[in-house]
T-cell receptor, first 113, second 112 residues
Framework: KAGVTQTPRYLIKTRGQQVTLSCSPI?????VSWYQQTPGQGLQFLFE???????NKGNFPGRFSGRQFSNSRSEMNVSTLELGDSALYLC????????????FGEGSRLTVL | QQQVKQSPQSLIVQKGGISIINCAYE??????FPWYQQFPGKGPALLIA?????SEKKEGRFTISFNKSAKQFSLHIMDSQPGDSATYFC???????????FGTGTRLKVLA
């Protein structure tokens, strides 16, 4: 069974640009979550989607947005990039259980110059 | 109240020794406490998890100890091996929220 696939794996942007990251969950997993990982901060919850609906959102500015498609694939978008947005963005999929195991992808590493 | 505090930030243990990582939380609504292991260049992977109705859970060399009254839980790695060298994250979830609050991570290095 294929794991969670995230694209692109690495990208470099400049301040003010926007970026879109993509996540393909494990087949059969309908819940997709996004986390931002930075050194010293651990993993910070961005949002969670199930059946194209956002069920929860973390404490990030409105520049961070996401969506989920009918095939459970998800995208997240960051607009007007800031230097502090440089991070590893992790996507995780899980079965539709409130405490279902999170299966993480290898992440998309974003560098903002 | 949503934080999970994890310590130590880094840990060096001799092969065969015991590694202990501690976490503390404030939100009494949390009802699921997993530990994730992350190797460089990889995403975190579930290692072991516990619910607050038990005080201890053991899987092989890995044990979670849970103290509900103190709102603390810890990961014990017995007979630590160089292959255990990784970053470990504790987490907590309120099952009604569909989100996990992660600790800041512990970088473990096991010396051969």
């Amino acid at each position: 069974k294929a794991g969670v696939t995230q694209t692109p794996r690495y990208l470099i942007k400049t301040r003010g640009q926007q970026v879109t990251l993509s996540c393909s969950p494990i087949s059969g997993h309908r819940s997709v979550s996004w986390y931002q990982q930075t050194p010293g901060q651990g993993l910070q919850f961005l949002f969670e989607y199930f059946s194209e609906t956002q069920r929860n959102k973390g404490n990030f500015p409105g520049r961070f947005s996401g969506r989920q498609f009918s095939n459970s694939r998800s995208e997240m978008n960051v607009s007007t990039l800031e230097l502090g947005d440089s991070a590893l963005y992790l996507c995780a999929s899980s079965l539709p259980s409130p405490t279902g195991e999170l299966f993480f992808g290898e992440g998309s590493r974003l560098t903002v110059l | 109240q949503q934080q999970v505090k994890q310590s130590p930030q880094s840990l060096i243990v001799q092969k065969g020794g015991i590694s202990i990582i501690n976490c503390a939380y404030e939100n009494t609504a949390f009802d699921y406490f997993p530990w994730y292991q992350q190797f460089p260049g990889k995403g975190p992977a579930l290692l072991i998890a516990i619910r607050p109705d038990v005080s201890e859970k053991k899987e092989g060399r890995f044990t979670i100890s849970f103290n509900k009254s103190a709102k603390q839980f810890s990961l014990h790695i017995m007979d630590s091996q160089p292959g255990d060298s990784a970053t470990y994250f504790c987490a907590a979830s309120d099952s009604g929220t569909y989100k996990y609050i992660f600790g800041t991570g512990t970088r473990l290095k096991v010396l051969a």
